[in-house]
T-cell receptor, first 115, second 115 residues
Framework: AQKVTQAQTEISVVEKEDVTLDCVYE???????LFWYKQPPSGELVFLIR??????QNEISGRYSWNFQKSTSSFNFTITASQVVDSAVYFC????????????FGQGTTLQVKP | SAVISQKPSRDICQRGTSLTIQCQVD?????MFWYRQQPGQSLTLIAT?????????ESGFVIDKFPISRPNLTFSTLTVSNMSPEDSSIYLC????????????FGPGTRLTVT
């Protein structure tokens, strides 16, 4: 079975702190894709990143970085110098290569950044 | 990239009635996906809609309850039939992007409340 676990239900930090959102996945596929999405209070889903299972290089995009470790089946997301605008629900998701549009979502982590 | 629009953006319906949600994409796509997000929950795939064939439903979702049409490569509809309060959710349309980033795009969602 395929599964995504985001053990942190809610995280609260003060602005400018660094914060890491954890994501652990389960799959028997050798080829798969991992995603992160942001859902701000307005409700739309904002795509952040897609990573395939053969690319274990870490990714950095501005204040965002992602750490993909196949050995521990984790795909963690770090926000550096958090800002109030980062407050949102963040979802990690997994899709099989056989149907890349079929995303299996974790339960989400609600991040609150306080000024 | 792909721009997705959905109609209606929100609706309040009485139990026992049906609502049809429209999804329009600004480019031709092979597959379209319908997701449900129940209040405070994560997203769950309802079905995959290919143009010219019947939709493929995920476990726990049936065609009689959620009939889907896919008349062309840019449009799809999802009907929520014989609604009950448990159907109150956000329904989102999704498509795969093209190009090197292979983003999975989501529409703005239809917020449905059943009374």
């Amino acid at each position: 079975a395929q599964k995504v676990t985001q053990a942190q239900t809610e995280i609260s930090v003060v602005e400018k702190e660094d914060v890491t959102l954890d994501c652990v996945y389960e799959t028997r596929d050798t080829t798969y894709y991992l995603f992160w999405y942001k859902q701000p209070p307005s409700g739309e889903l904002v795509f952040l990143i897609r990573r395939n299972s053969f690319d274990e290089q870490n990714e950095i995009s501005g204040r965002y970085s992602w750490n993909f470790q196949k050995s521990t089946s984790s795909f963690n997301f770090t926000i550096t110098a958090s800002q109030v605008v980062d407050s949102a629900v963040y979802f990690c998701a997994l899709s099989p290569s056989s149907n890349t549009g079929k995303l299996i979502f974790g339960q989400g982590t609600t991040l609150q950044v306080k000024p | 990239s792909a721009v997705i629009s959905q109609k209606p953006s929100r609706d309040i319906c009485q139990r026992g009635t049906s609502l049809t949600i429209q999804c329009q994409v600004d480019s031709q796509v092979t597959m379209m996906f319908w997701y449900r997000q129940q209040p405070g929950q994560s997203l769950t795939l309802i079905a995959t809609a290919n143009q010219g064939s019947e939709a493929t439903y995920e476990s726990g979702f049936v065609i009689d309850k959620f009939p889907i049409s896919r008349p062309n490569l840019t449009f799809s509809t999802l009907t929520v039939s014989n609604m009950s309060p448990e159907d109150s959710s956000i329904y989102l349309c999704s498509v795969e992007g093209t190009g090197s980033t292979y983003e999975q795009y989501f529409g703005p969602g239809t917020r449905l409340t059943v009374t």
